[in-house]
């Protein structure tokens, strides 16, 4: 079993008017299933109202199937016992910083998670630094959370959950909230955790330019999985991310119209230095 396993997972909650009445019915995620294994980084695609969020809050027990199972690291999520253990193995990182941030100074945010693990105090600290640096807001660690940006906010409610050395990072929509960047710098991070520490990484994101470095991507619709392979597989398949109205980055946009005006290329261009290379030389035109 893989750290993360969702098995026919489905998600349903109840519509109410203004009045509290019941409306019906929606079914947010819809016989789920997915497999991660340690030290893989995951991304999961879709636009607003796929699903892919409220399928990340099962994988840290902040929703429980209506039917299905989740389990992280072979522990079932929707037993209580577990719950404690579940969240210091995936750690959730959220798309408004401030959900998270509970701390007067951002160092002692950082590390309100190790120390409520009950982790030494000198390490406590290393920790805090480490993340703080990897996050790049280091020299913002005396300063007042409240006082910091939206996209300062969130690189030190990442630093937090990083603080905690979880085996598995859930990022829900993480660089909502930066400028280009910021994203930028927040994904280097993340994918430097998994190149090195061999952190699971579960990418949730609307930003096709996020998924490139990933693993595997699973695309949701509708609350299913719609489409699933490598970047390089999700990106050979424009049209049918076009039906499922999500922009396709615009170097794959730009060699996918080549394409079809007789150029020869490879699908599933992804940079710009691989069309650079992939395109033919004049003198063999």
Not at 87 to 110: K, L, Y
């Amino acid at each position: 079993m893989g750290i993360v396993r969702a098995e026919d997972v489905t998600f349903e909650y109840i519509r109410r008017d203004e009045d509290g009445n019941v409306e019906g019915l929606t079914t947010a995620v819809d016989h789920v299933s997915l497999d991660v294994k340690q030290g893989e980084f995951i991304a999961v695609l879709g636009h607003n109202g796929s699903g892919k969020s409220t399928l990340a809050k099962h994988i840290n027990a902040i929703l429980y199937p209506t039917e299905g199972t989740v389990w992280v690291d072979g522990m079932d999520t929707s037993e209580e016992d577990s719950l404690w253990k579940i969240r210091q193995t995936a750690g959730m990182v959220f798309q408004n910083p401030d959900n998270q941030i509970i701390g007067q100074v951002v160092e002692e945010d950082v590390g309100f998670g190790p120390e409520n693990m009950g982790v030494p105090t000198g390490e406590i600290w290393e920790r805090v630094e480490e993340s703080l640096k990897i996050v790049g807001m280091y020299e913002f660690r005396k300063h007042s959370p409240n006082k910091l940006s939206g996209g300062q906010k969130q690189r030190v409610s990442i630093a937090g959950v990083l603080a905690m050395h979880p085996k598995c990072i859930v990022l829900d929509e993480p660089t909502a909230m930066l400028d280009p960047r910021g994203r930028k710098e927040v994904i280097r991070a993340v994918r430097a955790l998994n190149d090195v520490e061999g952190m699971t990484v579960i990418l949730i994101t609307h930003y096709m330019e996020e998924i490139i470095h990933a693993d595997r991507v699973f695309v949701m619709d509708q609350g299913r999985i719609a489409m699933e392979g490598t970047p390089r597989e999700i990106f050979s398949r424009v049209e049918e991310l076009k039906e499922l109205r999500l922009d396709v980055p615009q170097v794959t946009l730009l060699a996918y119209e080549l394409q079809k005006r007789g150029v020869r290329l490879p699908d599933g261009i992804l940079t710009a230095k691989e069309l650079a290379e992939a395109l033919p030389c004049p003198e063999n035109t």
